[in-house]
């Protein structure tokens, strides 16, 4: 049914159609529609046979679906930010127990300082926890890919994150088509966990392992996201002949075949970055673009052989690791470690900055001309970040260096105010 929605309750009727058994909640923007639309959901029956639980605190969340994932519950969590910080001990314990739990994530930035918009910094967080990472470029993928999540953490017994960016998806009012619960049903089979916690056969979840077997434990999870690379193709090939769409898979090719300089990003992004490349491949420019859908695991191969022809990839990513630079093109770069062609890493959109058309274009416009230094901060302003360099070296007592960068701009009274 086509419907013009908000992207969080267009998630949370997703979940629903996926009869999840328990629901543990702690609210955070800009998730927090998720679970707020679907606790109305479990309150009015139109979710059944599902218990809704309001917990203390984001680690309370997610401690409370690996009970009862554990107990053979089809279960369900989302956070975002701080939030993912504070359940960190929980998110590795879920990956390790090998619980097929399914995760939103609203992508938002990390303070400090305080910031409530969108960048990758949460999920980026966890890229090592051992859970799968699905990243959407739509509310309509948001809807489809969360679907398919289930199937797939339960297929694997392990758990999966769909990352969705924070407002530019998650408040963002787009015309979605929801699938019907028939639909669903007949992607999603009921819940059939591997491992259940069961008096009447008793069994340890969690246990101590020393020396001896941690390293097998952790490379036999490490094997299952290998088991990932040829599942999620499949699945999204199953979900296309029921939904009749294509919203799954490891990667998405953009009028990349063939082209000398291919722009590879992940999320919601893309939209406008299409819009960009559009106008540039018209005026002779041999480019195009590649999203990735899956993160985590990594598609290597797949990666490799979009790439084999191109000459050069300018990776966009929100998310910067401090002290060395991009994480997307890390692993881009690992990737094609003995590829020729040449990587550029490119940072933007942090906290939430715009990322326009037109400073897309010049950006694109200098990797083509090799003038990106490496890494590229995208549309930042030198000026401000120079003068706070100078107070530093020329003040011992220089302050806080955000509040003197919103002095500088003139929103002060703004950051007070937060």
Request: glycine share 10%; proline share 5%.
């Amino acid at each position: 049914m086509l419907k013009q929605v908000e992207g969080s309750h267009a998630v949370a009727e997703a979940v629903g159609l996926c009869r999840p058994q328990v629901i543990s909640a702690y609210p955070i923007t800009p998730q927090t529609h998720i679970v707020e639309d679907l606790g109305a959901m479990v309150k009015s029956g139109e979710i059944k046979g599902c218990e809704f639980l309001l917990v203390e605190s984001e680690f309370g969340a997610l401690s409370a679906c690996i009970g009862s994932s554990a107990a053979g519950a089809r279960s369900y969590t989302a956070t975002s930010s701080q939030g993912m910080l504070f359940m960190m001990e929980a998110v590795y314990n879920a990956s390790g127990m090998g619980l097929p739990i399914v995760m939103t994530v609203g992508n938002r930035a990390i303070g400090a300082p305080i910031n409530i918009w969108n960048d990758w910094g949460d999920s980026m967080s966890a890229r090592d926890a051992g859970w799968i990472q699905l990243f959407a470029e739509s509310n309509q993928q948001s809807v489809d890919v969360h679907i398919q999540a289930f199937k797939l953490a339960e297929q694997l017994s392990m758990p999966v994150m769909v990352c969705m960016d924070g407002f530019i998806l998650t408040h963002s009012y787009t015309r979605v088509d929801i699938p019907t619960q028939e639909q669903v049903d007949q992607f999603l089979p009921p819940f059939s966990p591997r491992q259940v916690l069961d008096p009447a056969s008793p069994l340890s979840m969690g246990a101590m392992v020393g020396p001896e077997a941690f390293t097998e434990v952790r490379y036999l999870a490490h094997h299952k996201q290998q088991e990932a690379l040829d599942l999620i193709p499949k699945q999204a090939a199953e979900f296309e002949a029921i939904f009749g769409r294509d919203s799954g898979g490891l990667i998405k090719k953009w009028d990349s075949d063939g082209a000398e300089t291919v722009v590879l990003t992940m999320g919601s992004v893309i939209g406008t970055m299409k819009e960009v490349l559009a106008g540039m491949r018209e005026d002779g420019h041999s480019i195009g673009a590649i999203t990735l859908r899956s993160f985590r695991p990594f598609p290597t191969a797949v990666l490799r052989e979009a790439l084999k022809d191109a000459k050069r990839v300018i990776v966009f990513e929100k998310s910067l690791a401090v002290g060395m630079g991009g994480i997307l093109s890390m692993n881009v770069r690992m990737a094609l470690q003995d590829h020729p062609l040449k990587v550029h890493s490119v940072i933007g959109g942090l906290g939430g900055r715009p990322i326009t058309r037109a400073n897309l274009r010049r950006m694109f416009e200098k990797g083509l001309r090799g003038e990106l230094e490496e890494p590229h901060f995208h549309d930042i302003n030198m000026d401000i970040v120079n003068r706070e360099i100078e107070r530093e070296k020329s003040q011992w007592k220089s302050g806080s260096t955000a509040e003197n960068i919103l002095q500088d701009i003139g929103v002060v009274a703004a950051a007070k105010t937060i």
